[in-house]
């Protein structure tokens, strides 16, 4: 018995040090909770603007968004802005951006089997057919080519390599929300983003040159198959697939997304009145192109009464943290709850391990009372002067109940009568004289 609780008192202590850790984590990481990388008000699900006085925001049918102006970094509205989606297609601005730097337009690959088959938008890349790396970028801009993603990702040294070097890119940017998977922005398990960091993206791919040269093409001449000897290669005509450069006024890119999962996501860009705005849409209808036309005039109307509700310059920020985890400088990141920060934060076991230690020490806890239960029944039972109890139901006697009375018959009583002479007895009927 002794054993049994010493056995109860060790379980409780062990699971009130884990509650009490625990709690102290969750504690601590409430009262130290880091910052939202682009500023606080930023870590809203729902709208946030701040310009009194300036029209309403026009309904858009994308889950979430962001306008921004290019020059300022200043955040003017967004809606949802570290909701992390999947990028379909925009994903190919940092694509571009991470090899650009490290690869000569002039450069020549040769276009293997896996390129060419490439899933979804293809350009029409041939096996075994060469290409420049300019015009692979052209593919992956003005058709949205995911054989040129890949083509310029197997010239770059290998897709593996390219999806390393687009992480690390995110994370210079201070880009938290993204997880790459492939370089042309394909579903795949845990590939997303965010309208924020394709802000990021997008505002320093148009620091370049090239790139605004690229995303600002409307049509090229791309090579067909390799031609047979002293022929002459054969070339097509590509055009873009971005609406908002031919259908709006200043618009400078930059570039379209589309997947059954993803849906509509886009990245739109313009100039008006000298200021440079971009508008980042995701999970939107096939034309998400106009969700960002009506952000972008909204902001052009409204820029000088639109208060910035946050920053793009997200590196200036020390130890900001992103809604999907990891630090612009330092440790990885926040969960955007106090409860997610504890269990990142607080110096304790990882959830995933918490819960089932918690549970076994529940079972043996429950296995100790039951230990301890049989063991009081055994002692009591042994017990000098007390019977063991049988485990049969006891059963109750009870005195039988009397017979019942006989019914009165309806034959007539007899009355002995006596009379002078004692000798003799005679028997009348009860009520007649002799």
């Not at 500023?39 to 310009?51: F, K, N, Q, Y």
């Not at 694509?95 to 020549?108: E, F, Q, R």
């Not at 709850?337 to 990142?344: C, E, L, R, Y």
């Not at 230690?357 to 002692?379: D, E, I, K």
């Amino acid at each position: 018995m002794m054993r049994s609780r010493l056995a109860l008192a060790a379980v409780g202590a062990v699971l009130a040090g884990s509650a009490t850790v625990s709690g102290a984590a969750a504690a601590a990481a409430a009262t130290t909770a880091p910052s939202t990388v682009g500023g606080e008000r930023l870590a809203t699900r729902g709208i946030v603007v701040d310009a009194p006085g300036a029209t309403a925001l026009p309904k858009v049918g994308a889950s979430s968004y962001l306008l921004a102006d290019l020059d300022t970094g200043e955040v003017l509205a967004a809606k949802d802005p570290h909701g992390r989606l999947r990028p379909a297609s925009t994903l190919k601005v940092l694509t571009a951006l991470t090899l650009m730097p490290k690869m000569s337009p002039d450069a020549v690959y040769t276009a293997r089997w896996e390129d060419a088959n490439a899933e979804g938008s293809r350009a029409g890349l041939v096996p075994d057919a060469t290409y420049t790396v300019h015009q692979m970028f052209q593919a992956l801009f003005l058709v949205s080519g995911n054989d040129a993603a890949s083509a310029l990702a197997n010239a770059a040294g290998g897709v593996p390599q390219t999806v390393a070097a687009m992480t690390s890119t995110a994370k210079s940017l201070g880009a938290l929300d993204t997880t790459v998977r492939n370089p042309s922005g394909l579903d795949a398990p845990g590939q997303y983003t965010s309208a924020y960091d394709l802000a990021l993206f997008a505002r320093a791919a148009m620091a370049r040159q090239d790139f605004r040269d690229y995303v600002t093409t409307v049509k090229a001449q791309f090579p067909g198959k390799m031609p047979k000897p002293g022929k002459v290669r054969k070339t097509f005509e590509i055009f873009t697939q971005d609406r908002l450069l031919l259908n709006y006024r200043g618009a400078i890119g930059v570039k379209t997304g589309w997947t059954t999962k993803a849906r509509g996501t886009f990245v739109g860009a313009a100039t008006r009145g000298g200021h440079t705005l971009v508008a980042t849409v995701m999970h939107s209808d096939l034309d998400s192109w106009r969700d960002s036309a009506a952000l972008l005039s909204w902001g052009f109307r409204n820029v000088a009464l639109a208060r910035p509700v946050g920053t793009l310059d997200a590196t200036s920020q020390p130890g900001a943290k992103g809604a999907s985890g990891g630090s612009v400088a330092g440790p990885p990141a926040q969960a955007r709850t106090a409860a997610m920060a504890a269990t990142t934060h607080g110096g304790g076991l990882p959830w995933w391990l918490v819960v089932p230690v918690l549970l076994v020490l529940v079972l043996a806890l429950l296995r100790a009372r039951v230990l301890l239960r049989r063991r009081s029944r055994r002692q009591w039972a042994t017990m000098p002067g007390m019977e063991p109890q049988s485990r049969e139901p006891r059963r109750v006697r009870t005195p039988a109940s009397p017979a019942p009375r006989a019914a009165p018959t309806s034959a007539p009583r007899t009355v002995r009568v006596l009379r002078d002479d004692p000798a003799t007895t005679a028997s009348t009927p009860t009520g007649t004289e002799s």
